[in-house]
């Protein structure tokens, strides 16, 4: 063998280590899954999931994806816990592992946390707790919030408003929503989607009925043979696209539209690259709400004790139109309506009434041309 031979097998051994090296040590991996700690294995700010993976391409990866960010710019420690099961004691137990970590700042997704949070925010006083779609509680020993607390909610019923107004101008007559759970978050969305929708149909002059829209909670937030196959059922009797709004859910929606050749609406992140079949997100800014509240810490700006609802006026919720794969309904038109929903010229109902009383079925919602298949 020449030099020239060896050179090369050399050059390309050092390549392929050099590979193996980026990938053992996250480089190469844009979620940064193995986070970054110190040299005694500590991480400063941790995020704990709930029910599903850090790169569920939903609500936990939004969330890690806004400490990544933060840490990475501001060269701090990071690392995520994944708690044993979907228990209370679980994820109290993986609180206080991020916390024997070094963990000074915690995001915690999903309100399955508020009653966690409730039990230890009084007995870790220096440590912050971001608590993502949660209510914070007061705690045992104090008689308000604790201000070592903040609870991040979102007007999903915008984002899901804007769903349903761009399915109907983009042609679609026959929708679905397959929501997981009918958690808060869940039925804001899925209540917002039906007004998008309504509104969308008497713009376009359309009569009572032309629009219907499937409408069920499946319970869970798993991708599974269960979910699938109601999708693929509600594809074969002509629903034309469906919102899958449940995390993992959405996988199952997808698999089935792909084979039905029917179209899905992602939900929290924009979820255009999981399949071809998604025209658009409905999207909360999960990464920018996680980054800027650890910000708030470090810049001494944090306002704890309270919970914050975010929405369109500082571009929180929102569908995706950068990677939309909408033919009729164009980039002006979402302008337009997107401006009126920042002005709040528009008037939507959310999960309760006026009065604060939950609103349980989507049948109650008043709609004037859209009709409601509501399915246990």
């Not at 700690?37 to 700010?45: F, H, M, N, Q, Y």
């Not at 829209?213 to 319970?219: D, E, F, H, I």
């Given at each position: 063998m020449n030099r020239k031979?060896?050179?090369?097998?050399?050059?390309?051994?050092?390549?392929?280590?050099?590979?193996v090296a980026a990938c053992g040590n996250g480089e190469t991996d844009d979620l940064h899954k193995e986070g970054k700690?110190?040299?005694?294995?500590?991480?400063?700010?941790a995020l704990i999931t709930d029910v599903g993976t850090i790169d569920d391409k939903s609500f936990n990866q939004g969330s890690w994806e806004g400490v990544v960010q933060y840490a990475i710019e501001n060269d701090k420690t990071f690392k995520y816990y994944q708690p044993t099961e979907k228990s209370d004691a679980?994820?109290?137990?993986?609180?206080?592992?991020?916390i024997e970590g070094g963990a000074k700042i915690i995001v915690t997704p999903g309100f399955l946390f508020e009653g966690p949070i409730h039990t230890v925010q009084d007995q870790f006083p220096e440590v912050y707790f971001i608590l993502i779609d949660g209510y914070p509680h007061k705690g045992d020993y104090?008689?308000?919030?604790?201000?070592?607390?903040?609870?991040?909610l979102y007007a999903e019923e915008e984002s899901g408003y804007l769903a349903g107004y761009?399915?109907?101008?983009?042609?679609?007559?026959?929708?679905g929503f397959m929501g997981g759970m009918a958690v808060p978050?869940?039925?804001?969305?899925?209540y917002g989607f039906l007004q998008g929708a309504d509104d969308a149909a008497a713009e376009l002059g359309l009569a009572a009925g032309d629009i219907n829209?499937?409408?069920?909670?499946?319970?869970n937030f798993d991708a599974s043979p269960e979910n699938e196959s109601k999708a693929a059922s509600w594809f074969q009797e002509g629903t034309e696209v469906i919102f899958a709004c449940g995390g993992s859910v959405g996988t199952s929606v997808m698999k089935a539209a792909e084979k039905a050749d029917a179209k899905v609406i992602g939900v929290d992140v924009d979820q255009y690259a999981e399949s071809e079949t998604v025209i658009t997100s409905a999207m909360k800014n999960l990464k920018k709400s996680v980054n800027d509240a650890i910000a708030s810490i470090y810049d001494e700006s944090w306002e704890g004790g309270k919970a914050v609802t975010l929405d369109a006026t500082e571009g929180y919720t929102m569908i995706s139109m950068e990677n939309a794969r909408f033919e009729k309904f164009k980039q002006a038109d979402y302008d337009a309506i997107y401006a009126k929903l920042v002005a709040g010229d528009i008037d939507i109902t959310k999960d309760t009434d006026e009065s604060g009383a939950q609103i349980l079925e989507p049948t109650e919602i008043e709609l004037d041309i859209v009709t409601v298949e509501n399915i246990k």
């Open positions: 031979k060896i050179f090369a097998l050399l050059l390309a051994l050092l390549m392929m280590l050099s590979v700690v110190d040299k005694d294995g500590k991480a400063e700010i679980a994820y109290i137990n993986s609180i206080n592992l991020a104090v008689p308000d919030i604790s201000d070592n607390v903040i609870g991040i761009a399915a109907v101008h983009e042609g679609y007559r026959d929708l978050a869940v039925v804001r969305f899925g829209v499937k409408y069920t909670y499946v319970g």
